[in-house]
Structure formats: C-alpha cells, structure tokens
C-alpha cells in the first residue's frame, strides 16, 4: 500500500498536519509571564501592508523620540520577519488597518534608563488597534517586546493577535546579565547581539565584566598603554571608545543600562603591563620574585591613578553605578612585601590583611562617591568588613546557602543583587534550564524592608570557556529562565512543567529572530536556525 | 606618565608587540599529527598571484579529475583567506612562482572513498614548489589538508611555508562521526558545514543516523508516508532525495564516506506513523494499550518491508557500510504481544527474547548482504547472540570498561568500532578536550590479529540537546582530539601537554576557516570568529 502513496496521498498527509497543528497554537506565549493577562479566544488579522505603530494625541513623547521612533522599526521586523508577508494577497478583502498606539507619560526619549526607571506598562489589545501605555519609554519599550510576542502565524502564514489585556511591572527592578571581555575578547557585535537577545528576555542591566587578569581590553583615553600592553592585541582586540559609545547607545535603545565593572584589587594582573608601580611586587626571603600581586594599596599613586581611571569611567559610562569588583584577592603576595607590612604597621592594621582591603576599598568608594556613582562589590567586600558605611549594593556570588548571604547582607541594610544561582558558564548539565527557573531570591526570613532590598539578580557568563563562538547558544534560552524569576510573579511561575511549553515556544521565537539559542529537550522549531 | 602617552607611544608598542609575537608562530602547527615531519627554519614567501596548483605529468589523474580540481580551489581560499594578501604589494620584488604539483597512482576520480581505499601521502616542500604523491585521490586530500596548515601568516600578512617532508598515513582506517537528524532535524546546511570541518580534521567517515523514535525525515522514495507523516514536518523538516544527493556528493569531495543508519528494531516509534503493522502493538491484560514497541518480528510483512526500504537505501548510498543499528530494544512490549509469544513458540525460542532480536537482526543481515553490503550494528546485537557468524562490524558504545568489549569483539574475530569514549553531547565538563585525547582503542591485551580488526572509532554528537544552534561549537574543537587519536602515532601523541598548544592553534584555524569551535581556555586567537 505504502509503495503507491501518491502526490495526492502526500498532499492529504499535509492538510491532516496543517489541521492538526492549527490547535497546538498558544496564544499566551509571553516570556517572562506579564503579572496580569487577560486573553480570549477572538483573534485579528495583522497585515503588513496596513499596519502602523503611532504615538497618541496625550503621550508625552511624540515622533522624533529616537528610542520609541527606532523601537517602531524594529519592532515591525520583528513582528513580520522578512519573507514571511504570508499569503495576505490571496485575500482580496480590503485592508483593515491596524494601529498599535502608544503614551507615555515622560518624555525620556533622549535620556538613558535609570535604576528607579519605572518598566510599568498596560497593553490592551482589541478589534483594529493595541493601546500601550506607560509612564516612561522604558516601560514602552518593554510592552512593544510583550506585544511581539503576542502576533503569531497561522499554518499558511497570515499574522494573528487575540483579544488582550495586560498590566504589567518587573518583580526586581535590576535584571542583568554579566559578560566577560578579558578571559576571552568578545567582538563588538556579539555584545549587540547579546543586548538583542537581553531584550526579548526583558533584562534591563548589561554588567560589563570588561577587564580582568587576562587581558585589558578597554581603550582608556587617559591610560592608553592599559590596553596597548594590556590588550591581547593593542589594535584588534580593544574596545575603542566608539565601540564603548555605541554599546551603550545599543543598549540604551533597548532600555539596557550599562554596567561598567573595573575589578580591582585581585583581578588586576593585565593593568600592571600598562601601568608600572600598580600592582604590588612579590617576594620571597626578602627579594623581589619578578611577579605581582593585586594592585598595591600602600601607595598613594595607586589612589590617583584610579581617581583619574574612574573619572574617565564615570564620564563614558553614564549609569549611576559603576561596579568596583573586590573579589578573591589574594592575600599572600601583599603579605611577602615589606613595603607593604610596614604601612600594614603604621595604619595599625597589623597583619590583618581583610583590613588592608577594606581600607583599599573604602578609597575606591570614596573616590567613585565623589563622582557621584552608586558603587557595586562583590560579597567580599562585605564580608570582610566590620562596617559597612560606605557601601551600597553588594554583589553575592559564591556558591553554598547563598540566600544566607543575601539574608546577611539585607539584614545589614544593603541593597543585593544575587547571582550565585545563575552560574551559567559553569560546566555541568547544560541543558538543565529548570535549575536556573526554581530559583527565587527571597526565599529566606526576612522582613519586607529587607525583601525589598534585594533589588534584582545576575545571569553570569564567565569567559574561560565562553567566546563568540559559543556565548549565544550557552546564554539562551538558559538565561531567559532566569529572566523570568526576575521580572514575573513569583506565584504564576512556580511550576517547571507549566513553563516547559511556553519555554520551548520562546526559544522558538529567539530562533527566528537570528539567536541560536540552544535546544531544551527533542523537537522542532517550525523556522530551524538558519545561520549555520 | 601614562596620560602623556602619545600616538608614537601607541605604535611604539605595536612595534614592539609584533616583535614578540613573532617568536611564537609555530610551523609543525598540523592537526592531527603526520606520521612522519621533518621541518626546517628555511621558509619561502607565497604569494596568492604566483601560486598554482597543477598536476604533475606521471599522475594518472590530470586536469578535469572533479575531486582534485574542485580541491585546488578549496584549497587556495583556504590558504589565501579572503582579504589577506597582505602587504606583498608592498614589496616591488619580480614574484617567484610557487607550485604545488600533485600527482596520484589511480584515477578514482569519480569514485567514491571506500573502506579499505589508501589514505597515504607523501609531501616535500622546498624552494619554489610542493610535490605531493599519493595513491588515490583521497590520500592527495589528506595531503592538501596538510599543506594549507603548513601555511602560515607573519604579522605584516605575508604567507610563509617552511621547508618540510612529510610522509602520512592514518592508524585507522575508519574516523567517524555520528549526526542524529531525528531528536532534531540540522539543515542541510549544518551538515555540509560539519563535513568540512571534519575534512579539516581528516575524519573520513560521516555516520548519519539519520531516522529515530522522534522523526522520520528521510524521504523515502518507495514510502513516502514515513517522513510524510513521521517527519516533523512533511515539507519543511525532511531530507529530499536532493538533499541525501547534495551530501554525499559533498562528502565524496572531501573524501569522506556516508554511513547511513535505519536503527531497527528499537528506535523506531515515527516509522509506525507512515507504515501500518509495522510495529508491534503492545498488550496489557491481555488487551491491546494503543501503544506500539519494537518492529514486529514476527510478520513476514515487516521483512518484505525491511528489503524494499533497504534496497533503496543500498541505491542511494553507494557506500558498500549499512548500519542496522540494533540497540536498546525494548522487550516488554515483545513480551505483552501474545502473537509475538505465539511466534516465539513456533519457533523454539520460549521466553529467550534476546534470541528473537538475534533472529530479527540476522534477517536483516540477510537482507543487506544480499544487497553487497556490510552491515553494521551497535554492540547490543553481539552481546545477545550466541553465534556471531553472520555479523561483520560491531560498533562498541557503552560506557563502562569499552575496551574489554572491544577485546571481546575482535576476539571473535569480528571488526570493531569504538565510541564509547567520544559521546560528545553528553553533558560534564564540556571544555575537557584532554578526556577524549587520551583514549587509545587499543590498549587491550590481544594479539596483532585482533588488534587489526579494531578498524577506528567514532565521534558521536547525539541529538537530544543538539541542533544547529549548538552543533558546531559542542564538537569543534573537541572531535579533533579525537581524529589525532585516530590518524596519528600513538607514541607522538600521548602528551597532553604537548598537544596543547597545537590543537590551539589548529582551533583558531578553524575559526579563521569560519567554524564556531570553543575555546579549550583563556587566551585569544589573532582572528576572532566574525560568525555572529
């Protein structure tokens, strides 16, 4: 029987599919889940041809707003992929239009997201027109992302939207995700890429882990030789300052605020290339090994080094933090210097080298204090002081009962940011995606005003064994599991299972949009990623 | 100081920079590594307008040879990249010419590489020319393969190859790798892309297991139902006749062998969809579940469908290797049917339902043989049988202690395949290249005889989390340590440490040759994948 299947017989198995797959459409396909969202079964065509996103009569911002005008295009792309115009032209009903309109109540078009940047919106959508609305561009920007995500495609092509009402605002109002541009250089254009595939997840912080031991990659106006010695290439593996401006203007159009983290005192072995006396020397029985240690706290040259290295910081990157590192220094080359215990001696320190660190430390806040920036620091820098006066928000990463230090740190009246959970370039079962969904930062005891200082979390993604050759797949769709424990409530995303679908369906999504976000388990995309 | 540093500072650095660098070009930088290779530090300049490639007059192939010609052009944008001639315009020099002559013993250019065909070359590299003799055409690829690596780049761009003698031979004659094109369907696009970088690597065998339970995307040309309606889509994610064409035909160029597999009589749930009573149905209480298992073995309807499938199979592979598969069968269901148990009955097989497997696969082995073809089957099928007359090559796979299988195997005189070691999906460490480095097929205790029949191994990239998202950066650069287990002396390649460095450098050759392979460690490569 099977031998004389025809053309026919084939055409038949696919309209048995066609029908069979019509019912599998979710429609509810929104990831991370909005906080409300009412959905109904009536549906509205979108056809390219006639429809139109616009600003409303009382939205603050109007046409000319760069974010939102730039948001419109990207937007329409992404609701209607190239060559996918469907088969609207065998209809020949006319055109109903369609507006997607939006107000604001700010007009921050011009600015850049801020850290009380409010990322509220309502969406509703109905017969002929989706109404947005939000009190800043930010929040715009984040329900022009929910309502792509609302269009979906029929089996023969043609753009759908349901009948919609969605209220929506972030759990956590700091969502990042850390890259790293020293243990390996990124080109340009896979951080862009990145802040694309940020954006569909909602992330709102890029955490700019820019230098470290490796290599320092960072094209400072002030200190060129930092990168001209420092960089694994002084001419193709820098960030020029126009690589670092348009990062951040990528980023800023997507409402991505930059996070620029120049770790110090450990992680500091590519600054002493550029930079002579920063790094403190080692030595052994009294004589100098040849080799350094973490930059050397006991000089007051390293002071106005970094005030003039930071100044430069805080004029490039505009966000309000600015991240000071302070992690895993190692204590030992500090401890065989003699130069170095005797200002131990005179500070009355003694040999208690936590202190020296605070002491650094403090200086660093100081300085970026001046400046006017919120400093940022791993927990290290908290658990190795006694009072912590001067800090702001801490950075807790360390493997164990995490939420113990999140608890301690809360406790101590800091803000946190938890990243611990979110490891994801730690080798291990790479495609177990629900360890990174059944996290939740404030699962420990703690009163509301302590809750509330639990400001976000952090998608890590270490640079050992990530490049532009394997960051996309490695951060996708894991990090959007993350994504969703920080923007949505809690209660609704709770279950693995009921997340599973609309996990897969979203990586889907991510697929069609050029990410090679790596598959969750067997199956199919209806578009397979094509950029092989 | 620093803040003075001027622009002549900035090249004086470079300067200084291309200096150093330019002690740590390695010449020997060939992966995997010749049997024999004796370089010198006498190098000479080639230039992309004065290099050609041409046949030497004793060769049996000459110019219009599809094989050698179509590689001569691979070959030079291989060793030339695109907008890399360097600075030889610089130089106002009359350019020499530089050929690299081939010559070959047979004509099999319009063949196809078959198991037992001559891999072997030898390649001279002096003043003015190449000279690379070979048996057949495949072992000239090889050569080519190694002389595009022998190529390298100074830091002003000008291409350079050292003297060099090199004579090459692989130590197995069977290096594969395993695509699964059913728990996700890869493009043919990512299938063609894997099998240059395999060419680059000099695997020669691309074992396609190319249906399983999930999907069906071969299309049959005898039963079109199976990927009609066991397909994930009948249209989008299937592999045309055209397609199966495309890549073999793309192999053969690059000397590498198509493997295909039809796993039977487990693996087999998405054959059910497109042929009825093919599988059998499983039975609970003595009623049926509607829930099927295992082929069923016991209808002379499933081997009248079996020769059919396969008989095409055999027309459209020309590779005289089939793969029946063979493993995890499932015996419950078997077990539940009360025809399977009535058959069994009949034929004197009781409760020993291993030895209906056996009987099943030695059917299949009839099959096939008759068809000329070797059959191949995963260790299982070995395992069950108590008499192995019938089998031919034994595909090791499991974990555990692989190589007392092995041993087994090959003392019952039967070939052997070896993967167990090589499971490149499974999750772990994944940047551990030096796991699947130091695995050597045989180090057992057995006699020469027995060692001869272990005819290689292969790279398995099993598809549960594996699509074109991940595909290529999951087995690059990580299968090559493997393919130098596989081609190279055992005794010049048991040092990790050693290997290192080269494999580094062949990994930036990848990525330079536009294959996203993952980094084994901090550090860089002078041309970054662009890829994203």
Known sequence: MNGMCSVTCTMNNLLLWVILQGSLHTVEGVWPLPQTFTTSTVRYQLKPQSFHFGYRRESAAQRGCSVLDAAFKRYFTLIFPNGTAGNSKLHFSVDEPFTAEISVDHHDCEGYPKEDSSERYNLSVSAGRAFLSAETVWGALRGLETFSQLVYQDNVGSFFVN???????????????????????????????????????????????????????????????????????????????????????????????????????????????????????????????????????????????????????????????????????????????????????????????????????????????????TSVVWQEVFDNSVQHGSLSVVEVWKQGCYLCEVRRVAKAGLRVILASPWYLDLPGPTHNWARYYTVWPLAFKGTEEQKRLVIGGEVCLWGEYVDATNLAPRLWPRASAAAERLWSDEKQTSSVDRAFPRLQDFRCRLLRRGIPAEPLDVGHCRHEYQGV
Chains 1, 2 share one sequence.
């Open 163 to 373: 009948k919609t009402d969605i209220e929506d605002f972030p759990q956590f109002q700091y969502r990042g995700i850390l890259l790293d541009t020293s243990r390996h250089y990124l080109p340009v254009q896979a951080i862009l890429k990145t802040l694309d595939a940020m954006a569909y997840s909602k992330f709102n912080v890029f955490h700019w882990h820019i230098v470290d031991d490796p290599s320092f990659p960072y094209q400072s106006r002030t200190f060129p030789d930092l990168s001209g010695k420092g960089a694994f290439h002084p001419m193709t593996h820098i960030y020029r300052q126009s690589d670092v401006r348009s990062v951040i203007s990528y980023a800023r159009m997507r409402g991505i605020r930059v996070l620029p983290e120049f770790d110090s005192p450990g992680h500091t072995q590519s600054w002493g290339k550029g930079q002579s006396d920063l790094l403190t020397p080692c030595f052994r029985r009294g004589a100098p090994l040849g080799t350094f240690g973490p930059v050397n706290p006991a000089l007051p040259s390293t002071y106005q080094f970094m005030a003039s290295l930071f100044k430069e910081a805080a004029s490039v990157f505009p966000d309000s933090y600015v991240h000071l590192g302070g992690d895993e220094v190692d204590l030992s080359c500090w401890s065989s210097n003699p130069s170095i215990r005797a200002f131990m001696q005179k500070m009355g320190f003694g040999v208690d080298f936590p202190k020296l660190e605070t002491f650094y430390i403090e200086k660093l806040v100081n300085i970026t204090s001046a400046l006017n920036k």
